[in-house]
């Protein structure tokens, strides 16, 4: 029972590893805005942005276009062994004069 206990209690700890690491792919892909490339992508298109290099961990973001001023920028974290763990988070952005901002009402939203 105590190395089921202990197993469990790695994964759990895995797991929260995730989120810090998901956020940072969003922040990242906020930070590095390309007004001009994000107004060129059609509503519905959706395209990945890059990676986070960190340790024992897979971490990417993607930008999906909802309509003229709206975007929906996702990041994804996975463990890099097993159990396969993953933690996705999505932020609503509205661009406003080629400034990316988060809307207001509730912006950020954790991901199945």
């Known amino acids: 029972m105590t190395r089921r206990m202990a197993a469990a209690q790695r994964v759990v700890e895995a797991g929260a ?9 969003v922040v990242e892909a906020i ?4 007004s001009a490339a994000a107004s060129g992508h059609l509503v ?3 395209r990945a942005v890059g990676t986070v290099p960190v340790t024992g ?13 709206t975007y929906w920028v996702v990041g994804e974290a996975s463990t890099a062994h097993k159990p396969m763990l993953y933690r996705r988070l999505g932020a609503l952005v509205l661009v406003t004069d080629g ?3 988060l ?6 939203a954790e991901l199945p």
Not at 17 to 25: G, N, Q, S, T
């Open 44 to 46: 519905g298109v959706t």
């Open 17 to 25: 590893a995730l989120e810090p690491v998901a956020e940072r792919a």
């Open 57 to 69: 961990v897979q971490a990417s973001a993607w930008i999906t276009r909802l309509s003229d001023r």
């Open 31 to 34: 930070a590095a805005w390309d």
């Open 99 to 101: 400034l990316p901002q």
């Open 103 to 108: 809307v207001r009402q509730r912006a950020w």
